[in-house]
Nanobody
C-alpha cells in the first residue's frame, strides 16, 4: 500500500484547507482510513478516522465541528476538510490505512498498518 498526502500549506487563523490522501496498491475498501498529526516537539496524535465504506466517522474532540473526513473508494482517495483553523492545528498531517471490519473505526496509531508521508499545515495567528 502506498499513501500520498497533499493539500497542506500556510493559512491564516480562521481559514480552511483541504487535505487529500491518494491510496494505491490494494483495495481501499478493505481499509479503515485515518488522519493523524504531529506538531514540533509533540507526539503524533489522532485527528479523524473513517470506516471502510464511510458510514462511521470518529474525530478527536479538538476538531469536532471544524474538520470533516470523507472518502471516495471509487477514486481511491480520502479527504480531510479543515475549517476554522487555529494556530494550534499547525503540524505535519499524515494519512494512514489499517485493516478493519465493516463499520469499524480506528483511533490508535499502532493499529494502522500503512502510513504516508506527511503534508505540512501551518496556521498563522
Amino acid at each position: 500500500v502506498q499513501l500520498q498526502a497533499s493539500g497542506g500549506g500556510l493559512v491564516q487563523a480562521g481559514g480552511s484547507l483541504r487535505l487529500s490522501c491518494a491510496f494505491s496498491g490494494r483495495t481501499i475498501g478493505d481499509y479503515v482510513m485515518g488522519w493523524f498529526r504531529q506538531a514540533p516537539n509533540k507526539e503524533r496524535e489522532f485527528v479523524a478516522t473513517i470506516s471502510r465504506v464511510g458510514t462511521v466517522r470518529d474525530y478527536a474532540d479538538f476538531v469536532k465541528g471544524r474538520f470533516t473526513i470523507s472518502r471516495d473508494n471509487a477514486k481511491n482517495t480520502v479527504t480531510l476538510q479543515m475549517n476554522s483553523l487555529k494556530p494550534e492545528d499547525t503540524g505535519l498531517y499524515y494519512c494512514a490505512a489499517g485493516r478493519g471490519v465493516t463499520g469499524q473505526t480506528i483511533t490508535s496509531s499502532n493499529r494502522y498498518d500503512f502510513w504516508g508521508r506527511g503534508t505540512q499545515v501551518t496556521v498563522s495567528s
